[in-house]
């Protein structure tokens, strides 16, 4: 998943990840909150110029490793299995790679410390970014594992898994229920997702433990305690049902016609 993020996969590679992600919703949450973070990172991690001191660190680490394989080196064999020469080489990539990770976690801690300290309104924002993941799969291609359309069944299936019951009806909106799933995210809690759908685009509604998140600031319109934001293009409104849950609701729409199908809904 970092590797992925970081554009850092070969593309056979590249081809293969993105063949299992299509299939795997719980990959697909785990890559888009790897996503987020390291969005986050780049946003309040500001840049900054290796201190002397740990430059110095790096630099003895690597000469004292580069040390270490060369006295080692003349007391090899040269008839040595090649099994040996492999363990010999594992060892000695254990040996210069402890030392610059124990560098490099001081290099990103500075950075962290001493980074942008501004806040990060709406930069990266992990709990939309795993909805709008899924929305946007889901937009081209939804597979619910509930096997009902039914608002009742979908409540009750939800509900057995000790999430909000109540569903958004935006039938009058033009929208229809295209069903729904339960998966889980990388924290193992559960996670519902109720797909819509309709000839003005399509909606997501899902719903995750809140643990702790608290409303993001920036640009934001409220309605009937519910707020609304434009987030990396798409239309996002955030409420906070009973139990300690959190419901994003996720569309193309512009946000005035979006806010509308929200106000002439039923939940």
Not at 84 to 97: K, M, N, P, T, V
Not at 136 to 165: C, K, R, V, W
Not at 178 to 202: E, M, P
Request: proline fraction near 6%; aromatic fraction near 10%; glycine fraction near 10%.
């Amino acid at each position: 998943m970092s590797a992925h993020v970081d554009g850092e996969l070969t593309p056979a590679e590249l081809r293969e990840v993105e063949e299992h992600l299509a299939g795997c919703v719980n990959c697909r949450a785990r890559f888009a909150e790897e996503r987020a973070v390291k969005a986050l990172l780049r946003e309040r991690a500001a840049m900054r110029r290796t201190p002397p001191v740990v430059r110095g660190s790096i630099l003895a680490a690597l000469d004292a490793a580069d040390g270490a394989d060369a006295s080692g080196a003349g007391g090899g064999r040269e008839s040595s299995a090649g099994a040996d020469r492999a363990r010999r080489f594992s060892i000695r990539r254990a040996r210069l790679w402890a030392p610059v990770a124990v560098a490099a976690v001081a290099v990103f801690a500075f950075v962290i410390l001493h980074g942008g300290s501004g806040p990060a309104p709406a930069h990266a924002i992990p709990p939309f970014d795993v909805a709008i993941d899924h929305y946007d799969h889901f937009d081209n291609h939804f597979e619910p594992n509930i096997n009902s359309t039914s608002p009742a069944e979908l409540s009750d299936a939800y509900m057995d898994h000790q999430l909000p019951g109540f569903l958004w009806n935006f039938q009058h909106s033009g929208y229809k229920l295209r069903g729904g799933r339960i998966d889980r995210l990388a924290d193992g809690t559960s996670v519902a997702y109720t797909f819509y759908q309709g000839d003005n685009g399509s909606i997501l509604c899902t719903f995750m433990k809140s643990h702790g998140f608290q409303p993001p600031d920036g640009e934001v319109q409220e309605m009937d305690g519910h707020r609304c934001y434009r987030y990396k293009g798409y239309s996002v409104c955030l409420s906070y049902p009973p139990g300690g849950f959190i419901c994003i609701l996720v569309s193309h729409r512009p946000m005035k016609e979006f806010m509308q199908d929200i106000a002439d809904s039923e939940p």
